[in-house]
Each structure stands twice: as structure tokens, then as C-alpha cells.
């Protein structure tokens, strides 16, 4: 039994990085700096060791076999999930261009909001370290961002120092749409983040009316969505009062048509409140199940995010075409490969198609797939690198027990050798 000590976390998306873990035998216990995202993934217990080819264990090599030549004929498979670390998606993609591939991230339908925007009209976001040291005001929309990230406050906010503030106690939080669920964004000194109510459908309504009142637009009405325009006003006042305000949105939890016009607006609005004498930067959430991972190695790899096909030799880019749910439902597809090495609840969607899951142990299917391989989660079963929300910082992931599981790179790499 060993205790390992500053471990990095793969699952929270904020690049938590001071875990204590007690490691004995494949057993991990989170005994200091744990949370509601963390600790359960650190602490799931391995119950699939061996592969299975039709719901009978086989060894690796036949695994792998019976993979490749599912694959061998295909004319479109897709390759969802895409939930592993930077090797591993190398691997994917390798995979994904051998065969001809669709390659869809399962979080890319919220991650579109974002994309959609960012290539229309670019934006000004900021860093988590630019967070710590600078933030004076935050406003949340639309999402509860302590169950996002349940230590973000304690780590990015509420920390004891920051290089540009003397009292960081004395920052303000506002939400916007959505309550938080619990105390994590009360300050220090007991001050509670306030709450503009508002339901998630009449966001845009209301961020519309707020970035007329940031740029000095009159506003007749009184109240928008239940919302007082009084407020509103005080919230475009502090904005041009702060030194440093930041605004952050989850584009998965804007569940509606056309959402990518709200980050718009979201977006503009920031550069507005900076032509006005002082700093505002975006931060988008995200970096969950290795959503930002996909995104940056594709996006290196062939200069577009996910949700991509190889189809016609080479990397072709269509975020609504390329959706596993999509291409499934309209018999396009011709099979499916399904990558998702950090969490054994997020199952590949039900298909008649030829399955084949490079998963972790545990996932439960409500129908067998031909092939199940079960790998080794990155940051405790092998090292890696994940990148965090910000998509600045790579985290090097740490090994902590010796599972005998292989990677997601190594399985997928063999797959493409084998064709």
C-alpha cells in the first residue's frame, strides 16, 4: 500500500492536480482533495479484465483480430466516443484514416455552440491562471457551475493569493439563468453569488437586452423575462467598473435551437465591455471526457476539430453531417467503434450496426457488441496527457497501479496494424 501524492485529475475539466490517492493492489481510495467528479472515477473498481468476442473472454490478439476484420470491408464507419488522451486519439485518428472513417466526439453537439461562433466571429477568452490572478467579477450563465466543477471556486477563485488582488474574498459572483446547488460560490466572508432567474430558453432574450445596456442602447421595456432591466443596467455597470470581469458559459447545457447565436452575443459582448477602458475575457467549460483532448489533436492533426470524415481520402469537416446519432439513424454508417476510457456509464448508443467498444472496465450494454476491449484509464492505469478547459495546458497524467489493462493508443494502433 503507497499513498501517491499530487495526482492530476482527467475528469473534472479544471486540471485539479493536488489529489492524495492510496493505492493497494488495482484499489484506489481519493483520501485528500477529492470531489463528486473526481473521487468516483479514481475509485471504480476493475471488473473487466479480459476481451470479448461475441460475449465470450478471448485473448488480446483475437480481439484485435476479429476487430480488424470487422472493419476490413466497411464503407462508413464511424468512430464516436473519441474519449481518451492525446496518444490515444493519435491512434484513433490513424485508425479513422486507414479505414475511412467518421470520427464524432460525444460532446461535440454542445462544443458546436462554441466552434459555430468562435469561426463567424473569433472571440477573447482567457486561462484558468488569468482566472486566479485578475478575475474581480464573474458572471455564470446559464449552467451551475459547482456541479461543473465542484472545486473551481476553491481553487480559481476563493484561493488565498493572486498576483493582481489584494483581497480575492472580495471578488463578486453573478449567475445568470441557473441557481448554484450548493455554498462553493459564497465567498470567505460568507457573501452569497446573486441570482438573475431566468430559464434556460430565454437566455438569449436576456443576454440580447444586457449587451444593448453594455453599449449605452436605451431599453424601454422594465422587465425581460422576468429579469428587472434595473438589474440588467447594474450588471452592465459593474461590468465597466470591474478591473478584470470574466464570463463563462457550458455551450452543452444551452439545450436549443441555434444556441451558437447566444456564445455569439456572449461573445461580442466582451469585446464591447472591453472597448470601454477596461478588461473582460470569455471561459468557456469544457474538457470533460476528453472532449478538449479530441478537439486539439484533430484540430493539429488535420486543422479541423472532431466530427470529421476520411471517407473520400482525406479530412473532410461538417459539424452537423458527421453525427454518430445521425448517420446511425439514416443507415449511413456500416459499423461502430466506440472509445471511452474514462467513463464505463457513457455506453455507445443502440444500433444493430457491427460494434466494436475500446472502453473501461465495467461499461454495462443493453446488447452485447462483437468486440469489447476493455483498456486502462489514462492518469491511472498508464500516463498520458489531457488537456484541460482552457486548452492551454497539456496535464501529464500519472500511472498508479500496475491493472495489466492496455492503453486506448496501444489497442487502436494494433486494430490499424492488423488492416
Known amino acids: 500500500m503507497i499513498e501517491v501524492t499530487e495526482v492530476p485529475s482527467p475528469f473534472c475539466g479544471i486540471g ?19 470531489c463528486a467528479i473526481n473521487t468516483p472515477a479514481f475509485e471504480q473498481a476493475i471488473t473487466d479484465t479480459s476481451p470479448r468476442v461475441n460475449g465470450k473472454e478471448v485473448h488480446l490478439d483475437i480481439a484485435i483480430a476479429a476487430a ?10 464511424v468512430i464516436g466516443g473519441c474519449a481518451t488522451d492525446v496518444n490515444g486519439m493519435r491512434g484513433l485518428l490513424a485508425l479513422a484514416d486507414r479505414v475511412g472513417a467518421v470520427v464524432d466526439n460525444m460532446n461535440f453537439t454542445g462544443a458546436r455552440n462554441n466552434f459555430l461562433a468562435l469561426q463567424d466571429s473569433g472571440w477573447m477568452n482567457t486561462t484558468l491562471a488569468e482566472v486566479k490572478n485578475r478575475c474581480d467579477l464573474l458572471l455564470v450563465v446559464g449552467t451551475d457551475l459547482e456541479a461543473f466543477a465542484p472545486r473551481f471556486f476553491e481553487r480559481y477563485l476563493w484561493n488565498k493569493e493572486a498576483m493582481f488582488l489584494d483581497d ?30 431566468c430559464v434556460t430558453e430565454d437566455l438569449p432574450e436576456v443576454i440580447a437586452v444586457l449587451r444593448a ?27 465597466k467598473a470591474a478591473r478584470y470581469s470574466v464570463v463563462t458559459w457550458a455551450a452543452g447545457a444551452l439545450a ?13 459582448m ?9 478588461r473582460c475575457s470569455g471561459l468557456p467549460l ?34 452537423f453531417l458527421n453525427d454518430t446519432h445521425l448517420l446511425l439513424a439514416n443507415g449511413e454508417a456500416d459499423a461502430l467503434v466506440w472509445v471511452q476510457a474514462f467513463n464505463s456509464k457513457s455506453a455507445p448508443p443502440e444500433t444493430t450496426l457491427p460494434t466494436i467498444v475500446v472502453a473501461r472496465s465495467g ?25 484541460r478547459m482552457d486548452n492551454v495546458v497539456a496535464i501529464r497524467l500519472k500511472k498508479l497501479r500496475e491493472s495489466g489493462l492496455p492503453s486506448t493508443a496501444e489497442v487502436l494502433n494494433a486494430i490499424e496494424q492488423a488492416l
Not at 16 to 32: A, C, F, P, Q
Not at 270 to 278: L, V
Open 16 to 34: 485539479t492536480d493536488d489529489l492524495t490517492i492510496r493505492v493497494e493492489g488495482v484499489s484506489l481510495k481519493v483520501i485528500d482533495n477529492g
Open 363 to 387: 461499461m454495462v450494454f443493453t446488447k452485447e457488441p462483437e468486440v469489447f476491449i476493455p483498456v486502462g484509464t489514462p492518469g491511472i492505469d498508464h500516463v498520458g496527457h489531457a488537456y
Open 270 to 278: 466582451i469585446k464591447d465591455i472591453n472597448n470601454q477602458n477596461t
Open 213 to 239: 445596456l453594455v453599449k449605452g442602447q436605451p431599453i424601454t421595456a422594465t422587465a425581460v423575462c422576468g429579469i428587472a432591466v434595473a438589474d440588467l443596467q447594474a450588471l452592465a455597470d459593474k461590468f
Open 286 to 319: 469544457a474538457g470533460k471526457e476528453g472532449d478538449q483532448t479530441a478537439n486539439q489533436v484533430c484540430g493539429w492533426t488535420t486543422g479541423y476539430p472532431a466530427r470529421m470524415r476520411f471517407s473520400a481520402g482525406f479530412p473532410e469537416y461538417d459539424p
Open 68 to 77: 480488424a476484420a470487422l472493419l476490413k470491408d466497411t464503407h462508413l464507419p
Open 256 to 268: 436549443y435551437a441555434q444556441a451558437e447565436l447566444t456564445v455569439q452575443t456572449l461573445s461580442e
Open 168 to 197: 480575492t474574498s472580495s471578488r463578486e459572483v453573478i449567475c445568470l439563468g441557473k441557481s448554484p446547488s450548493g455554498s462553493a460560490s459564497t465567498s470567505p466572508t460568507g457573501k452569497q453569488a446573486q441570482l438573475l432567474p
